[in-house]
């Protein structure tokens, strides 16, 4: 699935490498992520988690700091999905869903890129994550 | 009618008659009701009430109370324009205040997300968003989420519009 790079919300300037990901079948609101190669982890708010009813309370909770902030953050698996057109590609990785998080979205890091071979083409914008077979 | 209130303030009233029945409606009292409601989906006329677009026939009904079957939109929109408030078609740009072009992208991908202007009215609030458009704006990403799930509509994306440059790129140092 090839996306071109899109500038962040609400940001002028150089578009990004950012997809849309469904958490748990919303797919009425799928997330802004913005693809972090820097990044180990999944990161989204946790008002994401309550939004589609995740439960919580045995999440794996840790203190981290992210972009200067410290924030907590709340592991659980979680089922994510990449769409585009017909295709789509849906994995259940390990999403930290942290408080606070004052971003405008979502981080999809290394841990996220596991089941992909992602290609970016800076200079004509646009990346492709092509699901791994086998 | 222009009516002076004070001496610095002045509001549109206008005197109309809908299905037979007279009101007298102002610019304000339109606007203070407005704001508690969610625009439903637009078609293709819109009017501008307190930086969101609503369907007119939504806006008349509200303020009036009457079914929205006993107006026509149009009769709609002449009515709020004549109260000040812009109108427009989603497939032009609408005239008047308040609308900015987007910048030009560099790619053609700019246009698949709203522009930093667009968004610009709905900073801090939760926004879903579908193509260059914003499809609803609330405080709560509740309210957005069952906006979308009653009107049965899918947003390409749904995101917190930044209020500065920190929640805008954040970790994503330039």
């Known amino acids: 699935m090839r996306h071109a790079f899109q500038p962040l919300p609400g940001q002028v300037g150089r578009a990004r490498p950012v997809v849309d990901l469904v958490v748990e079948g919303l797919d009425v609101a799928p997330q802004a992520c913005l693809i972090d190669t820097g990044a180990t982890e999944i990161r989204l708010g946790r008002h994401v988690a309550e939004i589609v009813g995740l439960d919580l309370d045995k999440a794996v909770v840790d203190e981290t700091v992210v972009g200067g902030l410290r924030t907590t953050a709340s592991g659980v698996t979680a089922e994510l999905s990449l769409r585009q057109g017909r295709s789509s590609h849906t994995w259940s990785p390990t999403v930290y869903f942290c408080d606070p998080w004052p971003w405008a979205f979502g981080l999809l890091g290394l841990s996220g890129l596991d089941p992909f071979l992602l290609t970016i083409n800076a200079y004509d914008e646009w990346s492709e994550l092509r699901p791994r077979h086998g | ?174």
């Not at chain 2, 005239?95 to 900015?100: E, I, L, N, Q, V």
């Not at chain 2, 700019?110 to 260059?132: I, N």
Request: proline letters at 9%.
């Open chain 2, 1 to 174: 009618m222009q009516r002076q209130i004070g001496e610095t303030v002045s509001e549109t009233i206008r005197n109309v008659n809908v299905a037979g029945r007279a009101f007298e409606l102002r610019a304000s009292q339109v606007e203070r009701l407005m704001r508690r409601v969610l625009p439903e989906p637009l078609k293709d006329h819109f009017v501008v009430v307190g930086r969101r677009r609503y369907p007119p026939k939504q806006v008349l009904g509200e303020v009036t109370g009457l079914d929205r079957a006993e107006f026509t939109t149009h009769h709609a929109r002449r009515i709020l324009t004549g109260l000040g408030f812009v109108a427009g078609r989603r497939s032009a740009e609408p005239t008047g205040r308040g609308f900015a072009a987007p910048p030009p992208g560099r790619r053609d991908s700019a246009a698949s997300r709203p522009s930093a202007e667009t968004l610009e009215p709905f900073v801090g609030q939760w926004v879903a968003t579908k193509g260059p458009e914003v499809l609803v704006a609330a405080p709560e990403p509740k309210t957005v989420v069952g906006w979308l799930s009653e009107h049965g509509l899918k947003a390409d994306s749904m995101f917190r519009v930044p209020a500065d440059e920190l929640e805008a790129s954040g970790l994503a140092p330039r």
